[in-house]
């Protein structure tokens, strides 16, 4: 059974820090890019961070670049996104992604999410 789960959310003040964190199981973790996305009240999921099972390279969303941090521990099949300098505007749910293409096939699962609220 795939499973997601996501923990360390929770509500931290602006320019605070929230590391939160991703554990997969029922499937093989280290083949997989990950990926995390987030959604705000009234806005699209978008993608915040992600990396490479293969390279370990990284992608981030403009937003983001220079404040979050994604990296990835196989042996825990755990895939981590470090948050700093945090702003009101990161306020939202966020979720794991885990992705895999291979010929004709296609492997796509979510966490069920973890709320981060930015707030004074």
């Known amino acids: 059974q795939v499973q997601l789960v996501e923990s360390g959310g929770g509500l931290v003040q602006p320019g605070g820090s929230l590391r939160v964190s991703c554990t997969a199981s029922g499937f093989d973790f280290s083949r997989y890019d990950m990926s995390w996305y987030r959604q705000a009240p009234g806005k699209e999921r978008e993608l915040v961070a992600g990396i490479i099972s293969a390279s370990g390279s990284t992608k981030y969303a403009d937003s983001v670049k220079g404040r979050f941090t994604v990296s990835r521990d196989n042996a825990k099949n755990t895939v981590y996104l470090q948050m700093n300098s945090l702003k009101p505007e990161d306020t939202a749910v966020y979720y794991c992604?885990?992705?895999?293409?291979?010929?004709?096939?296609?492997?796509?699962?979510w966490g069920q999410g973890t709320q981060v609220t930015v707030s004074s």
């Open positions: 992604n885990a992705f895999r293409r291979v010929p004709w096939t296609v492997f796509n699962y």
